[in-house]
């Protein structure tokens, strides 16, 4: 078995932002439209949004976007990303190529001596070919390339499959992608979930070490563990059987497809599942929550991650320090969010630290990876 570190991060922040205030604005023109036709229907109004309650349940403020063409049109409400031909490279391989570009500068190894791409995401364009391969194609790495998705879990879990596969020496390097092109999913007329995601794609290049190797300011993977549990409370419908379950194909709804979610459930559910896993999971280790130096968790919920820590910490309140927060200006970037955390939190640690990165969502599943800084 191989020494498995992490030698080379990249993440790409989409440049626009939106803020709540800008899409209550755009929600609630957009409702107070709808509930003049539903009046003269006779149906229930519709409620309104309100920036100062998505601050407050969720830590959210604003959002990037990969298109803001489009999003906060009341008639539209969508961003407007135009199909590319066949021939041009797609939408998510370029973003996720953008993040995978930096991650082996980050590295200095040449595309040439990675021998593998996972595309890990909670958002795929397509089934085939694999946004994968076209990443392989334009960065120019050798070996193989596969998709693979498990909701906002799925960078952790790329992270788990490959170093499992470096470990094994099946592979040398592997390159895990994931281009968060979640705004395209989101409905944004529906009040429970229109303001919680936002647009992200983070690279980690995932390689083997000799015995006795040292690499100072990289992270050797200690292991990796992977938990999941079916739940319908957060699903999308989105699929190539929307047509075929039409009795009319001549048009396929797509907002009824889009991501819906029973935020309340969801929260207290993986609260518990989320805090059941760490404690487990680092105990396996000789482990405590208290070892960690840091904690980088999926980025949904400001309240729920900090909850997750204080059961967790046995009653005692964790500061950002400890468990940074990144979805306070990105929101919730689904499988990106947490990379992200690590990305931007980790230069201040020191030799012989240990950080978790703990990712949950849809599935419900939950991935981590116990990290020792070199
Ligand atoms: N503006 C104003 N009020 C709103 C609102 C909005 N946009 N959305 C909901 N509300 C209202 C509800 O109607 C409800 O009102 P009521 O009490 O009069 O019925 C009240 O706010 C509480 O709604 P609830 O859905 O219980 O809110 P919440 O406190 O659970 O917060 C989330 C909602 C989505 C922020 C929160 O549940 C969450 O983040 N859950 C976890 C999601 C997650 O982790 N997902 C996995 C990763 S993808």
């Not at 498990?150 to 592997?174: D, E, F, I, N, T």
């Not at 092109?181 to 000799?210: K, M, P, S, W, Y």
């Not at 964790?318 to 990379?339: F, Q």
Request: proline share 4%.
């Amino acid at each position: 078995m191989h020494r498995v570190i992490i030698s080379g991060m990249g993440i790409e922040i989409p440049e626009s932002s939106i803020s709540n205030e800008e899409l209550v604005e755009s929600f609630n023109l957009w409702v107070g439209q709808e509930n003049q036709q539903r009046e003269r229907e006779g149906l229930e109004p519709l409620s309104f949004s309100s920036a100062s309650f998505i601050e407050h349940a969720s830590g959210i403020r604003s959002r990037h976007v990969h298109t803001p063409k489009g999003i906060l049109d009341p008639d539209r409400m969508a961003p407007y990303i135009p199909a590319r031909d066949d021939d041009d490279l797609s939408v998510t391989a370029e973003f996720g190529a953008k993040a995978g570009r930096k991650a082996l500068l980050d590295a200095r190894v040449p595309p040439g001596e990675v021998d593998m791409v996972i595309c890990a995401g909670s958002h795929l364009q397509r089934l085939y070919p694999a946004i994968a391969i076209e990443i392989q194609k334009e960065l120019g790495t050798g070996g193989a390339a596969f998709d693979m998705s498990l909701g906002c879990s799925s960078a952790v879990a790329g992270l788990h499959v490959a170093y499992h596969l470096v470990r094994s020496g099946a592979h040398r390097r592997v390159l895990v992608i994931t281009p968060e092109l979640i705004t395209a999913h989101l409905n944004f007329r529906d009040r429970q979930t229109h303001f919680i995601f936002g647009d992200a794609a983070t690279a980690l290049l995932v390689e083997a070490i000799e015995e006795g190797d040292e690499r100072p300011g990289r992270f050797e993977v200690v292991d990796t563990r992977s938990w999941t549990q079916f739940s319908n409370n957060i699903r999308s419908n989105f699929s190539y059987l929307n047509r075929a379950a039409q009795e009319d194909t001549s048009s396929v709804p797509a907002e009824g497809n889009l991501i819906k979610q029973q935020g309340n459930k969801v929260f207290k559910e993986v609260t518990v599942a989320g805090h059941r896993f760490i404690v487990d999971f680092l105990a396996e280790h000789g482990h405590t929550p208290e070892s960690m130096r840091r904690f980088w968790l999926h980025q949904a919920n400001a309240r729920m991650n900090a909850m997750i820590l204080k059961l967790s910490f046995g009653g005692v309140d964790v500061g950002h320090d400890r468990a940074p927060m990144v979805l306070d200006r990105l929101g919730n970037t689904a499988a990106a969010g947490a990379i992200v955390a690590l990305y931007e939190n980790h230069k201040d640690m020191k030799a012989g630290d240990h950080g978790l990165l703990c990712a949950f969502g849809a599935g419900y599943s939950i991935g981590g990876a116990l990290l020792r800084m070199m």
